[in-house]
């Protein structure tokens, strides 16, 4: 009888070693789906090879699915560039640049009543 109890466990712990192993290797997915990234695919068919690789690129779809989030995309930041004062200043120039095209543009243009009917050059037909 203890044979018999002994290859219970056994096998009990078999399955549940080899289901481990598989939820163990679809938590890089659940990450990438919980941060809605746009390779979730990819992130499966990776920890599925990794399951024959005995899970050496693990470690690397952990982080390739960490490192996307959906308010902020790929960045480590939270918005604030280090160039965002240049930015600013760029974005200020050609808004200042763009009134002033805008108004010469506008002082330039005559309007239709003003502009003078081109000439029109006589056809060869029209001079035989």
């Known amino acids: 009888m203890l044979d018999y109890v ?5 096998i009990f712990v078999g399955i549940v070693l ?5 939820v163990i290797h679809d938590i ?7 941060r809605k990234h746009p ?3 990819a992130i499966l068919v990776a920890g599925w090879v990794s399951l024959f690789t005995l899970h ?13 989030r959906e308010d902020r995309g ?10 965002s004062p ?21 002082s330039a243009v005559p309007s239709a009543v003003d502009v ?9 037909q029209q001079e035989g």
């Open 56 to 68: 050496v690129i693990w470690p690397f779809l952990w982080i390739w699915a960490t490192l996307y």
């Open 28 to 34: 890089p997915y659940e990450i990438a789906v919980h």
């Open 86 to 106: 240049r930015l600013q200043a760029l974005e200020q120039q050609v808004g200042e640049l763009q009134q002033r095209l805008d108004a010469l543009a506008s």
């Open 39 to 41: 390779q979730q695919d």
């Open 18 to 22: 080899f289901y481990g192993v598989i």
């Open 116 to 124: 003078p009917a081109a000439p029109v050059a006589p056809t060869p």
């Open 6 to 10: 002994a290859l219970g466990i056994l």
């Open 74 to 83: 790929w960045g480590f930041s939270t918005g604030e560039s280090a160039q």
